[in-house]
């Protein structure tokens, strides 16, 4: 559980005072100090994939490279090519590990749909499926499936995510429907919001402690998440419109490749979300792509307003590459994913490494015109990678086969929040990892033996690993002690997936190779170009961050507790 830490009130305001002096610097005073940070996640994207992409492949793109931005970026740029992702390895755990520097262990952040043996049910269903449930304040809590993505929202059909008098793109906190929320008994019933639900803070709120202005896109309004430590008053600004929303057309709005998205670019897809497309897809991330452009401008998310300056930490997350990697688009025929098993991107990916790219490039391009460029420290990363790379080892086992959900569903284990049986659930915590929370712990050997007794790829769950008892507990912790870690984590062999989505050819989530090896690259100026073979985390971006901003990482109670250390092999002025 979290440490609280707390300074005597004199040597608050002292820090507080000399942060803010030193935050509150804009533009670059010729001392090139890093004073600001873009933190950008281009999900799905994997070590390979920089590599690939900046060095040019013989057999695409005319044999050039197809992210030259990323490419020049690389020049200046410190590129760690063994960093691994959080494992799980699924957005949520994800960014919760880079924004933090922890561990699920430490957070309680295992997946966005997960459980918890501490909590109870919301008030009404979630618009995923996750019904409501019984809570009694101060009494034991009956466990419950745990909800933090578009299920939460006011009207997840909408973009804006259904927050009252909201214009048609905007969407944040107020998007988020309370009812909606997992309640905690041990605090009266009271709905658990995002930044809540994570047990340690963020580099956003210590930043936002320090005087520093904060500022972060995402995927869902749920993304809020980034604000533990200190809630909202952690974010000066918020913008997260619902990537899993109804298409409509963008007035006004042309990606950085110069494609207009006032009509619906691909009418023919699916429309129930900005992720069945390739072209939509790229619409939707142009929408936080101009949000970071209007905080380098100073203003906020939509440009209506103004801010003090150009935030200290800011960024957004891509999703245009992620949907490439998966998606099998049937309306117009065209496969995403790669080629082979050497990342030789497909041409539908090809093109949204470009559209990521030119997006980069926009964000260069007004860092130096508002002269902002040399005092700024850009890291781009991924919440996690893709698995399979290779296209041939692709194997949807709920389709051919069974999960081990499924499994454990049928013989009676599972709780009915997250059982297979329940017909208007959510379902299960699986996509190519199986997480498993038990009705009781004492289940664990007898619920084990049966997963081993089932294999197979072709007619049982394509086993590769099960993580329990002391082998679970020595990475995560106790399950018959913390609420939030599985009895059991299963692991398959490579490729095998159980999401059961015949529009798929990869997933993520998973502790495999392709799932956990992302890009992770440090640039900034005055770097000279450097790749580091050391494994690292992407848990060290948050003190890294929080280092080269003159604050002491310590404040990060992941650092003080799991010792998370500052990247090697980078130095920032003092």
Same mark, same amino acid.
């Given at each position: 559980?979290?440490?609280?830490?707390?300074?005597?009130?004199?040597?608050?305001?002292?820090?507080?005072?000399?942060?803010?002096?030193?935050?509150?610097?804009?533009?670059?005073?010729?001392?090139?100090?890093?004073?600001?940070?873009?933190?950008?996640?281009?999900?799905?994207?994997?070590?390979?994939?920089?590599?690939?992409?900046?060095?040019?492949?013989?057999?695409?793109?005319?044999?050039?490279?197809?992210?030259?931005?990323? *490419?020049?970026?690389? $020049?200046?740029?410190?590129?760690?090519?063994? @960093? %691994?992702?959080?494992? #799980? +390895?699924?957005?949520?755990?994800?960014?919760?590990?880079?924004?933090?520097?922890?561990?699920?262990?430490?957070?309680?952040?295992?997946?966005?749909?997960?459980?918890?043996?501490?909590?109870?049910?919301?008030?009404?269903?979630?618009?995923?499926?996750?019904?409501?449930?019984?809570?009694?304040?101060?009494?034991?809590?009956?466990?419950?499936?745990?909800?933090?993505?578009?299920?939460?929202?006011?009207?997840?059909?909408?973009?804006?995510?259904?927050?009252?008098?909201?214009?048609?793109?905007?969407?944040?906190?107020?998007?988020?429907?309370?009812?909606?929320?997992?309640?905690?008994?041990?605090?009266?019933?009271?709905?658990?919001?995002?930044?809540?639900?994570?047990?340690?803070?963020?580099?956003?709120?210590?930043?936002?402690?320090?005087?520093?202005?904060? *500022?972060?896109?995402? $995927?869902?309004?749920?993304?809020?998440?980034? @604000? %533990?430590?200190?809630? #909202? +008053?952690?974010?000066?600004?918020?913008?997260?419109?619902?990537?899993?929303?109804?298409?409509?057309?963008?007035?006004?709005?042309?990606?950085?490749?110069?494609?207009?998205?006032?009509?619906?670019?691909?009418?023919?897809?699916?429309?129930?979300?900005?992720?069945?497309?390739?072209?939509?897809?790229?619409?939707?991330?142009?929408?936080?792509?101009?949000?970071?452009?209007?905080?380098?401008?100073?203003?906020?998310?939509?440009?209506?307003?103004?801010?003090?300056?150009?935030?200290?930490?800011?960024?957004?997350?891509?999703?245009?590459?992620?949907?490439?990697?998966?998606?099998?688009?049937?309306?117009?025929?065209?496969?995403?994913?790669?080629?082979?098993?050497?990342?030789?991107?497909?041409?539908?990916?090809?093109?949204?490494?470009?559209?990521?790219?030119?997006?980069?490039?926009?964000?260069?391009?007004?860092?130096?015109?508002?002269?902002?460029?040399?005092?700024?420290?850009?890291?781009?990363?991924?919440?996690?990678?893709?698995?399979?790379?290779?296209?041939?080892?692709?194997?949807?086992?709920?389709?051919?086969?069974?999960?081990?959900?499924?499994?454990?569903?049928?013989?009676?284990?599972?709780?009915?929040?997250?059982?297979?049986?329940?017909?208007?659930?959510?379902?299960?915590?699986?996509?190519?990892?199986?997480?498993?929370?038990?009705?009781?712990?004492?289940?664990?050997?007898?619920?084990?033996?049966?997963?081993?007794?089932?294999?197979?790829?072709?007619?049982?769950?394509?086993?590769?690993?099960?993580?329990?008892?002391?082998?679970?507990?020595?990475?995560?912790?106790?399950?018959?002690?913390?609420?939030?870690?599985?009895?059991?984590?299963?692991?398959?062999?490579?490729?095998?997936?159980?999401?059961?989505?015949?529009?798929?050819?990869?997933?993520?989530?998973?502790?495999?190779?392709?799932?956990?090896?992302?890009?992770?690259?440090?640039?900034?100026?005055?770097?000279?170009?450097?790749?580091?073979?050391?494994?690292?985390?992407?848990?060290?971006?948050?003190?890294?961050?929080?280092?080269?901003?003159?604050?002491?990482?310590?404040?990060?109670?992941?650092?003080?507790?799991?010792?998370?250390?500052?990247?090697?092999?980078?130095?920032?002025?003092?």
């Amino acid at each position: 559980m979290k440490t609280v830490y707390r300074l005597g009130v004199v040597a608050s305001m002292l820090a507080l005072l000399s942060a803010t002096s030193a935050l509150a610097q804009d533009r670059d005073d010729g001392r090139r100090s890093i004073k600001h940070v873009l933190l950008i996640s281009v999900d799905g994207m994997h070590a390979v994939d920089f590599v690939n992409c900046a060095n040019g492949v013989p057999t695409v793109n005319n044999g050039e490279p197809y992210c030259p931005t990323i *490419a020049a970026l690389g $020049k200046t740029g410190i590129n760690y090519v063994s @960093a %691994s992702t959080s494992k #799980p +390895s699924d957005s949520f755990p994800g960014l919760t590990a880079i924004i933090t520097g922890g561990s699920p262990a430490f957070t309680g952040v295992y997946y966005d749909v997960a459980y918890s043996r501490a909590l109870d049910g919301p008030v009404v269903a979630t618009g995923n499926g996750n019904q409501p449930g019984p809570c009694t304040a101060g009494k034991a809590p009956t466990g419950y499936t745990t909800e933090y993505e578009e299920g939460i929202d006011i009207d997840q059909t909408k973009l804006n995510g259904g927050a009252p008098h909201a214009s048609l793109t905007d969407g944040g906190i107020a998007s988020i429907d309370p009812q909606k929320l997992d309640r905690d008994p041990a605090n009266g019933c009271k709905p658990v919001w995002p930044w809540q639900f994570v047990r340690a803070n963020s580099i956003f709120s210590v930043i936002h402690q320090h005087g520093g202005i904060t *500022a972060w896109s995402d $995927k869902h309004p749920a993304y809020s998440s980034v @604000a %533990s430590g200190i809630g #909202p +008053s952690a974010l000066d600004d918020f913008y997260a419109p619902e990537i899993n929303s109804t298409v409509i057309g963008l007035p006004g709005v042309t990606t950085p490749t110069g494609i207009s998205c006032a009509a619906i670019r691909d009418s023919g897809s699916d429309l129930t979300a900005w992720t069945n497309s390739f072209a939509n897809i790229q619409c939707y991330d142009t929408l936080k792509v101009n949000a970071v452009l209007n905080w380098i401008d100073a203003k906020t998310r939509l440009g209506t307003g103004r801010l003090d300056h150009t935030p200290t930490i800011f960024g957004m997350n891509f999703q245009a590459v992620s949907v490439a990697q998966k998606l099998i688009e049937k309306s117009n025929g065209v496969t995403g994913g790669y080629l082979d098993a050497a990342a030789t991107p497909s041409a539908a990916l090809l093109d949204e490494f470009k559209f990521v790219d030119a997006s980069i490039a926009a964000f260069v391009s007004e860092l130096k015109e508002r002269r902002l460029l040399d005092s700024t420290l850009i890291v781009i990363t991924a919440k996690h990678g893709q698995s399979p790379i290779d296209p041939s080892r692709y194997v949807g086992q709920t389709i051919n086969g069974t999960s081990p959900a499924t499994l454990l569903s049928n013989a009676g284990y599972i709780p009915y929040s997250e059982s297979t049986n329940n017909p208007i659930g959510i379902g299960p915590t699986e996509d190519d990892v199986s997480l498993l929370w038990l009705n009781s712990s004492s289940n664990t050997d007898a619920a084990v033996q049966i997963l081993q007794q089932n294999p197979s790829t072709s007619t049982g769950i394509g086993l590769g690993q099960i993580f329990y008892g002391p082998s679970l507990s020595l990475n995560f912790n106790d399950p018959t002690v913390d609420p939030r870690t599985p009895d059991i984590i299963v692991t398959p062999n490579v490729g095998v997936t159980y999401s059961g989505s015949h529009a798929k050819q990869s997933e993520h989530g998973g502790f495999a190779h392709d799932d956990t090896n992302v890009v992770l690259l440090l640039s900034n100026p005055d770097f000279h170009a450097k790749t580091v073979n050391a494994p690292v985390g992407t848990a060290q971006v948050a003190p890294t961050i929080l280092k080269a901003l003159h604050i002491d990482p310590r404040d990060l109670d992941a650092v003080k507790v799991e010792g998370t250390p500052v990247l090697p092999a980078v130095q920032f002025q003092q």
